[in-house]
T-cell receptor
Framework: EAGVAQSPRYKIIEKRQSVAFWCNPI?????LYWYQQILGQGPKLLIQ????????DSQLPKDRFSAERLKGVDSTLKIQPAKLEDSAVYLC?????????????FGPGTRLTVL | AQSVTQPDIHITVSEGASLELRCNYS??????LFWYVQSPGQGLQLLLK??????LVQGIKGFEAEFKRSQSSFNLRKPSVHWSDAAEYFC?????????????FGTGTRLQVTL
């Protein structure tokens, strides 16, 4: 079974530029998550999708971050404009459903460096 | 609000020695508890999880964890560490209702294994 795929793996941009990350979840997984992991910290949930609808985006900085999951499969996370403090690893995860008993499977992440 | 504390930022053990990684949580009801491992450049992999029942939980790679409600703890143990266990370990707590799939992670413990 293929795992969660993410691209790119690394990205370096200047502040105020825009950037987009892509995630392809495990086939059949209805729930998709984006996490931000700042160096030295644990992952923090940014947004959760159930199929193509947003379930929780309470910690997403909506003035600069946006995410979509068209057709309930792949998802993109965008930052525009980027700030220095956005430097982090962005992790995508998916699960069969939204229950806490549904195991979340994580992708390898995208490491973003903002200069 | 739910929270997780991992008091040890960095632990070094010799190969073959036993290991215990500490995790304390804060949650209003009986929590769902998880341990994830993250190797360099990799996503998070689930080691084990506790939902209910037997408080001693067995996981993959020879790891186990014990849920102690009285101490609000969920410590991870392994009787004999292998060099390949060197990685970062994250404890996480999940809610049962509402934001049922929202995981809150600790800051992680980095394990170094000496030969």
């Amino acid at each position: 079974e293929a795992g969660v795929a993410q691209s790119p793996r690394y990205k370096i941009i200047e502040k105020r530029q825009s950037v987009a990350f892509w995630c392809n979840p495990i086939s059949g997984h209805a729930t998709l998550y984006w996490y931000q992991q700042i160096l030295g910290q644990g992952p923090k949930l940014l947004i959760q999708f159930q199929n193509n609808g947003v379930v929780d985006d309470s910690q997403l900085p909506k003035d600069r971050f946006s995410a979509e999951r068209l057709k309930g499969v792949d998802s993109t996370l965008k930052i525009q404009p980027a700030k220095l403090e956005d430097s982090a690893v962005y992790l995508c995860a998916s699960s069969l459903g939204p229950a806490a008993t549904d195991t979340q499977y994580f992708g390898p992440g995208t490491r973003l460096t903002v200069l | 609000a739910q929270s997780v504390t991992q008091p040890d930022i960095h632990i070094t053990v010799s190969e073959g020695a036993s290991l215990e990684l500490r995790c304390n949580y804060s949650y209003g009801a009986t929590p769902y508890l998880f341990w994830y491992v993250q190797s360099p450049g990799q996503g998070l992999q689930l080691l084990l999880k506790y939902f209910s029942g037997d408080t001693l939980v067995q996981g993959i790679k020879g790891f186990e964890a014990e849920f102690k409600r009285s101490q609000s703890s969920f410590n991870l143990r392994k009787p004999s560490v292998h060099w390949s266990d060197a990685a970062e370990y994250f404890c996480a707590v999940g809610g049962r209702t509402g934001t049922a799939s929202k995981l809150t992670f600790g800051t992680g413990t980095r394990l170094q294994v000496t030969l």
